[in-house]
C-alpha cells in the first residue's frame, strides 16, 4: 500500500506519507477555481502513542502568493496513534491558479507529555494541461 503515497517524511519515528489528486468534477477552470484531494497516512514507527494536537499548512499558488492555514486537529479530529499504528484522512485544497503546491506541520503531544513537530512532505498540485 505504501506505492499509494508519492510524498513522505520521517520526523523521529513518526512518517506522514501524502498522495495527492486533482479533482475535475470539483474544479471550474473556467471561473478560475481548481481543486485537489490530498490523502495523509500517518505512521508511528515509536515505542509509545503520539496524538495529533494542531496542524500547520503553507499553501503556496501558482502566482507564489502563500496562505498559511492553522487549526486543531485534522479533519475535526485529535487522533491518538499508538505504536505500530497509522491514521489515515482526506481533505482537499482550492487554488485560484492550476498549480501550487503544500507542506505544513503537525504538533505532535507524546504519553509522557513532550511534545514535537512532525513534518509534512512538501508536494505539488497540478491540474492536468486540458483543465487550464
Known amino acids: 500500500m505504501k506505492g499509494l503515497f508519492s510524498y513522505a517524511e520521517t520526523t523521529r519515528t513518526i ?3 501524502v498522495s495527492v489528486s486533482y479533482l475535475p468534477e470539483q474544479s471550474e477552470p473556467d471561473r478560475g ?32 502568493a502563500r496562505h498559511s492555514v492553522e ?3 485534522v479533519v475535526g479530529e485529535q487522533p491518538m496513534i499508538a505504536p505500530g499504528e497509522s491514521y489515515d484522512y482526506v481533505s482537499g485544497c482550492p487554488l485560484s491558479t492550476p ?5 505544513g506541520s503537525y504538533h505532535m503531544v507524546c504519553e509522557d507529555g513532550s511534545a514535537f513537530d512532525v513534518k509534512i512532505p512538501r508536494f505539488p498540485l497540478i491540474a492536468p494541461v486540458n483543465a487550464q
Not at 481548481?34 to 503556496?60: D, K, P
Open 99 to 103: 498549480t501550487g503546491q503544500m507542506q
Open 15 to 17: 512518517t506522514v506519507r
Open 33 to 64: 477555481r481548481w481543486f485537489w484531494a490530498y490523502h495523509i497516512r500517518i505512521e508511528n514507527e515509536g515505542a509509545s502513542a503520539v496524538q495529533l494536537i494542531n496542524r500547520h499548512w503553507v499553501i503556496t499558488d501558482g502566482r507564489g
Open 71 to 73: 487549526g486543531e486537529g
